[in-house]
């Protein structure tokens, strides 16, 4: 019984030993695979008898781990859309043929790093095959509430690299200086011009024009008004008043040149009565051809917006929002996985978010072809966080994972496993010899 025993043993130790060699030869051969996990395999001692009496040699076992939540060092590349993921947490991903075959349905698999270009369909597809998956934004770039303990909310994410774009502006803000002296008496009291383009709803080119015509004092002596007439029009109706009012600037030791009171004047446009200005705000929300756009003259005291001071007439912060149409361009993808398209015009546009999925135990994953995963009963269940939130890390673009192998490690480990398995069929050939002698006893 007991030569016996060392026999098994030494079959066990062939055995698991070459369950060695071949996690460690798996590692090293995919020493430059991005994304790959290392294999770690154990041994574990087997015990068949304890106390007195003879004793039977157990062998022993071998356990193998792939070591998912092992993170690989970073590599910067040149493609934004090459994905990886700094920190804790997974990229969703579907396979390209389920995607073919059930569209938005397709499956989600997990994965931490992939190099994604937009395939013949648009899909952000990898050369392994796997599509990019994400939640899609709604007409503002917003993202809609989705559910984050379950995949239904994700689709593979598709792109219409002919799109064009263009938004309507919808807020502008006037930071202008009105010459004060313009307000004395016997000043030129030239009306000062400006025009602001803004873009209607379809993208085209439109302008607000802004005159500021001063109000001079009654009589020679009197102080200066510092009142101004200020009118706006629309080219989009044939030069329309869209607005008029009444601007006064306070010369007061503290906050001279400021606003100090904008009054509509109650003249009835072709879009209706001027309309209010909110001091609170500082906004004018004035009614164009396309629609209402929010303009900002500043708030009472306020040194931004208009001011009255005594320089030149200068327009020196004149924004507004809104683009013309432009050509798509390309895509990035942001620290927070918004999904961006970007247009020729400096337009972009978010179009989806990838968000992260954590699992509390990331090495009872379910380990797939092309450094995929699935969700298992020792991962745990999975929960969909956004990037950066929560316990996950961040999403890196221009970047992929490395390899997790460390290959003068394997070499190392693998000149143990080969002394291992020696010893181990020295103990067999070593039992052999003595069953040969127990059957010479005979002769």
Known sequence: MTISSSLNAGVAGLRTNAQRLASISDNIS???TFGYKRVQTDFESM?????????????????????????????????????????????????????QTAGTDAPMFLTTTGSFRTDAEGYLTSQSGLVLMGWP??????????????????EPIRINTGQLAGNPTLNMSLGINLPATE??????????????????????????SISFQPTPPAAAGDPATNEWTMVMTDSAQGGDEIGRYTVTFTDARTGGGTLATVTPI????PAGPSPAYDPATGLINVNVAAGPIAVDIGTIGDTEGLSQLSYNFAPISVTKDGSAIGNFIGLDVDANGFVRANFDTGEIRVVYQVPLIN????????????????????????????????????????????????????????????????SSAKVIQTVDEMLQETTNIKR
């Open 137 to 154: 934004a709604a007409a503002d770039g917003s993202i809609p509430a989705q559910p984050r303990d379950t995949a239904d909310g994700l």
């Open 359 to 422: 699992v509390p135990n990331p090495n009872g994953l379910q380990a797939f072809d092309n450094q995929t995963y699935l969700p298992s009963r020792a991962s745990g269940s999975f929960f969909l966080w956004d990037s950066g939130d929560g316990p996950t890390g961040d999403i890196v673009s221009f970047a992929r994972e490395e390899s997790k192998t460390d290959v003068a490690g394997e070499l190392t480990d693998m000149i143990k496993t080969q002394r291992a398995y020696s």
């Open 47 to 99: 015990v068949l008898s304890s106390g007195g009496g003879s004793y039977a040699a157990g062998g022993v076992r071998a356990n193998t781990q792939r070591l998912i939540g092992e993170n690989g060092t970073l590599l910067g590349t040149s493609n934004p859309t090459d994905l990886a993921v700094r920190g804790g947490g997974m990229l969703p991903v579907a396979q390209a043929a389920q995607v």
């Open 30 to 32: 995919n020493a430059s």
């Open 183 to 208: 307000t004395e008496f016997g000043a030129p009291a030239l009306t000062e011009q400006l025009s602001v383009e803004y873009f209607d709803n379809l993208g085209t080119s439109q302008s607000i």
């Open 266 to 269: 109650a003249t009835v446009t």
